[in-house]
């Protein structure tokens, strides 16, 4: 049986980091599977979307032993993320539309994609992920959501996988989905090795604990954005949906459709997202005090509040507060 062709794709605004690290788990399993005497499962080429030698944007370059323009087969293809932040997306899609155009076109000859973190976007934006799970970066779901409604965002998950299709999380949680590859081609023995040799968080299932809930403000309803600055300036007293919709001269029932419609969560949702998050922030700044932090972001009830923080972050506060007071990070 031959070795499964894997191409990893490099273009000029990749992540480094991601595409580096991608290579070495996938050069580091094939090595591992070969060391213990049997055939390597597959073979790795780079393969650059418009030139053999690719310069990031960055004093780094890559050369290439493909282009998406040479003709030949491939069985599996790693799209890795690229850098977004103050990019153009629509901009950035343009400049990419052949690799958006050759992953449609591969994966209709059955090869397998796997995505990591925002590298999504090139999937989703040739309707591959239509009607799937999917999961990336948890601060490109706005804009994703909006772009790409039919598909079924998992923002909390670190890898999804559906048909033929494998995503990733965000940052260095994307890691994971290469990992999962790995165990299903090499072995789980193999992917362990490989997460314990690169202090990899092996089988890690929620990125919930990473989100920085930001308020979702991408849309331009100017009254929901009232709604919403209310609710951040007033979320520590015990504030009701009704109180929030008369300051925004609308009925309850408009309010929340209106509110779900502009930001995807319904306003008792966001209250509590912003109460959560104002709780993170004083735990990670440190305060060791559960109870005082429950009733400074507006909770009366310790039971409740540990249930919501948990839910949405995966950790109960004790258990964050561990993680990630900077105190104790610094000692």
Sequence with gaps: MRPRHISVIVYEDVLL????????????????????????????????????????NLPVQFHCGRTLADDFETDVIVVPPMNTEGADMDQLLLKYDKLIRWLAEKYHRKAQIISLCTGAYFVAECGLLNGMPA???????????????????????????SEAIITGGGGFSALNAILYFIEKTCGKETAINLSKYYALDYGRTSQSIFTIFSGHR????????????????EFKADISVDQIAGEVNMSKRNFIRRFKSATTLNPIEYIQR???????????????????????????????FRTIFKRITGLTPIEYRNRYNTETLLR
Excluded: C
């Excluded at 998050?277 to 009366?300: F, M, P, Q, R």
């Design 274 to 304: 912003i109460k959560i998050e104002a709780a993170k922030k004083s735990l990670e700044a440190g305060e060791s005090n559960i109870a005082y932090v429950t009733y400074d972001v507006g909770y009366n009830d310790l039971k409740t």
């Design 218 to 233: 991408g849309h331009n309803d100017q009254d929901i954005h009232r709604a919403q600055t209310y609710i951040e300036s």
């Design 135 to 161: 999961t990336s970066h948890w601060g490109a779901m706005d804009d994703m959501r909006k772009r790409y409604p039919l598909v079924n965002f998992r923002p909390e998950r670190v890898v999804t996988q």
């Design 17 to 56: 980091t991601a595409l580096s690290s991608t290579a070495a788990l996938l050069t580091g399993a094939r090595d591992a599977v070969v060391r213990s005497g049997k055939t390597a499962p597959f073979e790795i080429d780079l393969v650059g979307v418009h030139l053999h030698d690719v310069q990031l």
